[in-house]
């Protein structure tokens, strides 16, 4: 390892652990993890009494590889973004994931003030991180992470996640051409829903892991 890569860790962590401090400030469970192994293992080990486990199609939960893994381990998962679904075969599993026993995601945004910051087609992803399932894991990369409030973590999203998703997803938005967002009104616009969770959930046990490795969009 490079120096230079050295100290960036070391303050990227830094950021990191701020977070963590202002998430447990705000009541949720937060985990610092060094690297994506610890957030693997950290799943793994939540995931062995449970049965139904739901995806909220986070790239981030993608990047840890940790659904092969789940799937070796008898568990049922509740992927509702497998080719091949039939809408209404989609819209059942997203129903599903409103109860299932641990629900996996990613967030679009963490401030270092400890808060949730997300943007929704549907729905279904930050309808499940609120309340439902038994247990939510949030995954956020510290690339997630943003110094300002909610207005720079809108435009985080904005900038670098939606257009990018709206690519990968082949909807006919001016962003996924683009790049860049215009606010558009297109039928297949993906920012319609904006949340923020500013405190844990009175019902919900979300717990939120912080990675000191870029994950997701």
């Not at 215009?182 to 959930?201: E, G, L, Y």
Request: net charge neutral.
């Amino acid at each position: 390892m490079s120096l230079t890569t050295e100290l960036m860790d070391w303050t990227h962590e830094q950021k990191c652990r701020k977070a963590v401090a202002a998430l447990e400030k705000n009541g949720f469970t937060a985990v610092y993890c060094p690297s994506g192994k610890e957030a693997f293992d950290y799943i793994l080990a939540e995931a062995a009494d449970t049965r139904s486990i739901g995806f909220g199609g986070s790239l981030s939960v993608v990047d840890l590889q940790v659904i092969d893994r789940l799937r070796e381990m008898g568990k049922e998962l509740l992927i509702h973004g497998l080719p091949g679904l039939s809408l209404e075969e989609r819209v059942a599993i997203m129903r599903r994931q409103l109860t299932c026993d641990l629900f996996l995601t990613g967030t679009n945004a963490l401030t270092l003030s400890g808060w949730l910051v997300n943007i929704d087609a549907t729905g279904n992803r930050v309808a499940s991180m609120f309340f439902g399932p038994r247990t939510v894991i949030v995954v956020a990369g510290r690339n997630k992470i943003v110094d300002g409030g909610v207005t720079e973590a809108i435009e985080r999203v904005k900038e670098w996640a939606s257009p990018p998703n709206a690519r990968r997803l082949s909807y006919k938005t001016p962003c996924a051409t683009t790049g860049f967002c215009s606010d558009c009104n297109s039928p297949d616009r993906i920012c319609r829903i904006t949340t923020v969770i500013d405190r844990k959930p009175r019902l919900t046990d979300l717990r939120v892991l912080v990675v000191n490795e870029d994950m997701g969009l």
